[in-house]
């Protein structure tokens, strides 16, 4: 059964960069579309970024385009993402999900990785 594991969370600055690391095991993550989802206090969780199985594909939610970058290395099993200028409003937990395609169905979530941006 694939799990996933986040890690790389934690208190930043604003202004400053975190890399969240997503690695599977239990299985491949080259079948499968990778999304990072947050959910901050009191809020819906949302979807931020998505990289299609090869990695030719990805998508943001406009509040992140032009500061995070997700990106995926099939040889470590790992799919990233790369936060730069953090703002207050990205404090949320993290997960990553494997689906069948970007907005697919839902094939296994992570535990989630803090990440908190504050001064």
């Known amino acids: 059964q694939l799990q996933l594991v986040e890690s790389g969370g934690g208190l930043v600055q604003p202004g400053g960069s975190l890399r969240l690391s997503c690695a599977a095991s239990?299985?491949?993550?080259?079948?499968?579309?990778i999304g990072w989802f947050r959910q901050a206090p009191g809020k819906e969780r949302e979807g931020v970024s998505c990289?299609?199985?090869?990695?030719?594909?990805?998508n943001y939610v406009d509040s992140v385009k032009g500061r995070f970058t997700i990106s995926r290395d099939n040889a470590k099993n790992t799919v990233y993402l790369q936060m730069n200028s953090l703002k207050p409003e990205d404090t949320a937990v993290y997960y990553c999900?494997?689906?069948?395609?970007?907005?697919?169905?839902?094939?296994?979530w992570g535990q989630g990785t803090q990440v908190t941006v504050s001064s």
């Open positions: 999900a494997a689906v069948y395609y970007c907005s697919g169905p839902l094939v296994s």
């Open positions: 239990g299985g491949t993550l080259d079948y499968y579309a």
């Open positions: 990289v299609s199985h090869s990695g030719g594909s990805t």
